[in-house]
T-cell receptor, first 115, second 111 residues
Framework: GAGVSQSPSNKVTEKGKDVELRCDPI?????LYWYRQRLGQGLEFLIY????????KSGLPSDRFSAERTGESVSTLTIQRTQQEDSAVYLC?????????????FGPGTRLLVL | GNSVTQMEGPVTLSEEAFLTINCTYT??????LFWYVQYPGEGLQLLLK?????DKGSNKGFEATYRKETTSFHLEKGSVQVSDSAVYFC??????????FGAGTTVTVRA
């Protein structure tokens, strides 16, 4: 079956521009996560969606970052007024129900470069 | 807080060599432990996991044992192949869905 897909795979933008990243989770997975991976570092948790519950936004680094999810399908991560420190790989993952210990399935990521 | 410390790389070794990647953790509860792997040009994927003390996760010849007494989850493989060249990440979750990752260890296996 299809895995998690993300688009675009690469994005180059100028400082100050807004960018929108998209994630399509595995069909039937109610939980969706966004992570950020800076060069040479591990992944940082950004935000979590579970069904129709309020999302956990505790990992978002600033109010320039926001994310939405429509039901149990597509999610978009938006970064407004991008800064050079936003350059990273943004990874989306999904899992069946979001419980502790559950396997998260990752997409290939969007590599963002802010010039 | 929760954190993971893993062996710094890069690690370079020959085919059929023994591989160990150390991983230790700190957690404010009882974590589940994971090893994820990222092969060149591919996305991150789960390699193995263990959800309680003394459990051993295994997959593709890799093993890791959840050691609560030493707060460790070291990854081992007895005989590596070129196809094992990848970046390996140790991770944990405690009581919820958030994964905390180590910085990753790059492994290169030479023929």
């Amino acid at each position: 079956g299809a895995g998690v897909s993300q688009s675009p795979s690469n994005k180059v933008t100028e400082k100050g521009k807004d960018v929108e990243l998209r994630c399509d989770p595995i069909s039937g997975h109610t939980a969706l996560y966004w992570y950020r991976q800076r060069l040479g570092q591990g992944l940082e948790f950004l935000i979590y969606f579970q069904g129709n519950s309020a999302p956990d936004k505790s990992g978002l680094p600033s109010d320039r970052f926001s994310a939405e999810r429509t039901g149990e399908s597509v999610s978009t991560l938006t970064i407004q007024r991008t800064q050079q420190e936003d350059s990273a790989v943004y990874l989306c993952a999904s899992s069946v129900s979001g419980t502790s210990g559950e396997t998260q399935y990752f997409g290939p990521g969007t590599r963002l470069l802010v010039l | 807080g929760n954190s993971v410390t893993q062996m710094e790389g890069p690690v370079t070794l020959s085919e059929e060599a023994f591989l160990t990647i150390n991983c230790t953790y700190t957690a404010t509860g009882y974590p589940s432990l994971f090893w994820y792997v990222q092969y060149p040009g591919e996305g991150l994927q789960l390699l193995l996991k263990a959800t309680k003390a003394d459990d051993k996760g295994s997959n593709k010849g890799f093993e890791a044992t959840y050691r609560k007494e030493t707060t460790s989850f070291h990854l081992e493989k007895g005989s590596v192949q070129v196809s094992d060249s990848a970046v390996y990440f140790c991770a944990l979750s405690v009581g919820d869905y958030k994964l905390s990752f180590g910085a990753g260890t790059t492994v290169t296996v030479r023929a």
